[in-house]
């Protein structure tokens, strides 16, 4: 997380529990908070907590939460399935790069077939072409492992 979202996330915490946040702890949040972490997330994440606790809330707390929801986004999307996108099977650095975005397209929040387009941009690869009839429905293009 950038200072800039750190500094957004406290103001978001100060407005709840009246901490004074100097350019410091910005920056020891920043470092602190997990890199995965979005800004919309760690908001909903603040205000979910002042909604039940009166505890003053840190940055560990916003990351066990944040790892959390992102496994519960991952599990919801894939249905508990193993999936192996197809047209990689003989590059396996290709193939897990490519799961490894599909897993941080879902953590961040997006459905299974806008995180399965931006795991093909981030290889620099299109799915396979008779893949790309079925861009509506991403389940063609992944196969049980």
Do not use: F
């Not at 991952?74 to 399935?81: E, R």
């Not at 799961?99 to 077939?113: F, V």
């Amino acid at each position: 997380m950038t200072p800039q979202e750190a500094a957004v996330v406290l103001g978001k915490c100060a407005a709840y529990d009246n901490r004074r946040p100097d350019p410091a702890t910005t920056a020891a949040w920043a470092e602190a908070l997990d890199p995965n972490l979005t800004l919309a997330d760690a908001l909903a994440i603040v205000r979910d907590h002042y909604a039940e606790s009166r505890d003053w809330i840190m940055p560990a707390d916003i990351n066990h939460r944040s790892r959390d929801i992102r496994r519960q986004r991952i599990k919801n999307a894939l249905d508990n399935q193993t999936l192996t996108p197809d047209g990689l099977g003989d590059e396996p650095h290709l193939e897990i790069a490519w799961k490894k975005a599909l897993m941080q397209g879902l953590g961040d929040g997006l459905d299974l077939d806008a995180a399965s387009s931006a795991a093909w941009r981030a290889i620099g690869r299109t799915p396979p072409p008779e893949l790309e009839t079925h861009h509506h429905d991403i389940r063609p293009q992944l196969r049980k492992a």
